[in-house]
């Protein structure tokens, strides 16, 4: 029983530990998709405001 009792104790701070690295894994990845994604988004959007700014000027 003792062995069992100091076993649970010493994970009790490991679950911890395991959600900070995949909160760290998954803050790393959102990062670099977001370096991956947003030139091509800006790309859109820049199109969009030209597009919006020549029609508007048409009018």
Known sequence: MKGRHARRTGERGQTFTEYMMILGLLSAIIIALTGIILPG??????????????????V
């Open 41 to 58: 988004i800006t790309y859109v959007v820049v199109r969009i405001v030209k597009h919006i700014a020549l029609y508007v000027s048409s």
